[in-house]
């Protein structure tokens, strides 16, 4: 049934309701390749963790399915769960135990025989093998996120969550996290976070998702996306300050910064034509000169922002 | 099945013990001495001989079915309640186990602790009294069920439990009294009507009649149904235990 062509996850109307009638997902339908790096973004409350958690087992759907690498996550649970490794957002750790016996644990708890060798891997990669001895109580907070981590690699998964992976980490630790994330899709793990730091996707994500209301409202190649949604503006250094914008250049819809030093033109880079040149033209026809000129990119948290302000 | 997952569970448990050695076998040794010293020595002495033995060797099995049965209680609940407390539940639920392999891997733990509690308590009465075991392997049935049932019944009570109180309410107000009330320490034809019949409604005199009988062989009601209520309560157990599992009670959404 599983096949390399075949997608690694695939959710199929999968719908939510908890005790009390809320309904945290709605007619979720989602694919997800091997080897992917795929972001969910979204508000406080709005169903990333949920969805996680029901493709982890933590938490039962109402309705809908979902496959991982063919596998049905109820039926085939133990196939699922064994290539699954998740990293909470919680730092939920056994704080009496030591970080070498409680990775130890998590790899014979997801059916593997004990190995020294591997979990000694997975700690040097991480850092933590110093620590191995170390009760995780000891530990500081970006210590126990890696163990976490540790402990999520502990049975080779081929599929890797991470719910929040640098919430409340230091900058240091994120790009580190980062890294990790990086060699693991090196070695072909498909990894699946969620996250609320847009520069966390920008940075890492192959797709991005968007969730609100417990909707997936954008799931798309983030650098189509940025390139799709993304809005580009030529911004003009004026030599001499403008008191309003001339009347001939008024279809272009400038906008006037800076006490009339600063022209921005805001175009769509997906277009035929930007209109840049024909600006050009009608600038030096209306005697407009300019000191300098530069572009910027809408980042993908505008488009976030924007999207969820839609959604809502 | 998944042996390594089952393994993992019971290891981590026992290796529990291990760092609260004092809590789990100390002090439940000091507690039964006291007993012996109180009950079997000072007050014993003074106590004719019940059933033609002594005192002191009438309270074993009452001492020891107390101690099996609130051990086994305690660290079955505690070893699933801890996981649900602290949010480390969350590795169990997304792990490739079965629910009948977690049982075997928290109330394995619990019952193999209850037991060996269990012959620590026999190895300290011998300190103190002259013990006498009419049939050993029939008195290893009755710790084994009755370690196993109720390390099931603490089990369903620490995934009932969503607080540190419900935990230990019924272990203190539900069966520590029905442990006095159940013969452990006199013989129930000792008490007046009604007393002695509704004695009878009590499940732990038949725990403690079926283990006084394979250590001496006198019992208040016959072996076989005390065999069969403590078959028929584990049993019970296991049903509620998969009940909770299937439904997802108190551990999935």
Known sequence: ?312 | MNIYGIMAIYKFEMARTKRTLVQSIVAPVITTSLYFIVFGAAIGSRIDQVGGISYGAFIVPGLIMLNLLTHSISNASFGIYFPKFVGTVYEMLSAPVSTLEVVLGYVGAAASKAVILGIIILITASFFIDLQIAHPIMMMVFILLTALSFSLFGFILGIWADNFEKLSVVPMLVVTPLVFLGGSFYSTDMLPEPWQTISHFNPVLYLVSGLRWSFYEISEVSVMLSLTSILVFMFACLGVVYYLFKTGYKLRS
């Open chain 1, 1 to 312: 049934m599983n096949s390399d062509e075949k997608p690694i996850l695939r959710i199929n109307g999968l719908n939510k309701f908890y005790s009390g009638g809320f309904q945290a997902l709605k007619d979720i339908n989602l694919e997800i390749e091997k080897g992917e790096i795929v972001a969910l973004l979204g508000p406080n409350g709005a169903g990333k963790t949920t969805l996680i958690s029901v493709i982890c087992g933590i938490v039962n759907p109402s309705s809908g399915t979902v496959h991982v690498d063919g596998y049905d996550i109820i039926k085939d649970f133990r196939k699922t769960r064994s290539i699954i490794g998740l990293v909470p957002q919680e730092l939920t750790t056994d704080s009496f135990e030591t970080v070498f016996n409680t990775v130890s644990f998590s790899r014979g708890l997801f059916g593997k025989p004990p190995s020294a060798a591997y979990v000694e891997k997975v700690l040097r990669s991480l850092s933590l093998w110093d620590k191995k001895d170390n009760m995780i109580m000891t530990l500081s907070g970006g210590m126990k996120r890696r163990v976490l981590i540790a402990k999520a690699l502990s049975h080779e998964p081929t599929v890797l969550f991470l719910d929040e992976p640098t919430a409340g980490v230091d900058v240091s630790l994120r790009k580190d996290m980062w890294a990790i994330v990086r060699e693991l899709k090196a070695e072909g793990v498909t990894i699946i976070l969620t996250t609320h730091y847009i520069e966390e996707a920008e940075e890492i994500a192959d797709r991005v998702g968007v969730i609100n209301n417990g909707e997936i409202i954008l799931m798309e190649d983030k650098d189509k996306l940025m390139a799709k949604l993304g809005k580009k503006q030529l911004i003009l250094d004026l030599r001499d300050q403008l008191s309003a914008v001339p009347q001939g250049l008024v279809d272009y819809n400038l906008e006037l910064r800076e006490d009339g030093m600063q022209l921005v033109y805001t175009f769509n880079t997906q277009g035929d034509r930007t209109g840049i040149t024909s600006l050009m033209d009608d600038l030096k026809l209306a005697g407009i000169a300019f000191r300098d000129l530069n572009t910027t990119q809408s980042s993908l948290e505008e488009i976030f922002v924007n999207l969820v302000e839609e959604s809502s």
